[in-house]
Each structure stands twice: as C-alpha cells, then as structure tokens.
Nanobody, 115 residues
Framework: QVQLVESGGGLVQAGGSLRLSCAASGSIFNHNVMGWYRQALGKQRELVAIMTTSSSTNYADSVKGRFTISRDNAKNTVYLQMNSLKPEDTAIYYC?????????WGQGTQVTVSS
C-alpha cells in the first residue's frame, strides 16, 4: 500500500505562485511515476504534470512554461511549482503515484486563483 499526503494549496491572486508538495509512504518501488492531476468543478480530472524516477516529464499544454514538476527520490516526494497562475487553474489538485500497474491517489488539495 502507498499513502500520499499533499500540502501547499490555497488562495492566490492571478499572476501569483504556489508550490504543492506530496509525500509518499509505504511500499514505494525504485521505479515509478509521480505526478499531479487536477479536477475543476464540473469537469473531468486531467493530467497536469508527471515525472518518472529517471526525471522524464510530461506536462499538459495549458501549464507548459508556467508549472514545473520536480521530485526528491530519497524522500519519495514530488513537488509542483506553479507560477503565473490563472483563474482557470482553480481546481482540486491530486497527487498520483503509478507503480507496478497500480495507481494511488492523494486526498487532494484545493487551489483557488482569484481574478
């Protein structure tokens, strides 16, 4: 089993920045993919950014150039630095780990961007 604990969400004005963190504990394997998804009210959950243990990344087009994903493999922690935030970035952000064909989700953290 894997447990994920997110932190760092909140309310910010448009143009501002936030940094999300997600710490994983439990049965963490050496090779996995960690990342962030988000779900806005009334919309489907969508990928924001993911990163492998070998540092390969994938970003949603809507966040490229504004968000940066990073991870500390020694701490089993993944981060999401969000800059130049827009009101349309408002959503619940979920941390995700994929390993050995299994998906694990955090409880989510609310990010609200005011205009």
């Amino acid at each position: 089993q894997v447990q994920l604990v997110e932190s760092g969400g909140g309310l910010v004005q448009a143009g501002g920045s936030l940094r999300l963190s997600c710490a994983a504990s439990g049965s963490i394997f050496n090779h996995n993919v960690m990342g962030w998804y988000r779900q806005a009210l009334g919309k489907q959950r969508e990928l924001v950014a993911i990163m492998t243990t070998s540092s390969s990344t994938n970003y949603a087009d809507s966040v490229k150039g504004r968000f940066t994903i990073s991870r500390d493999n020694a701490k089993n922690t993944v981060y999401l630095q969000m800059n130049s935030l827009k009101p349309e970035d408002t959503a619940i952000y979920y941390c995700n780990v994929m390993q050995m064909g299994q998906l694990y989700w955090g409880q989510g953290t609310q990010v609200t961007v005011s205009s």
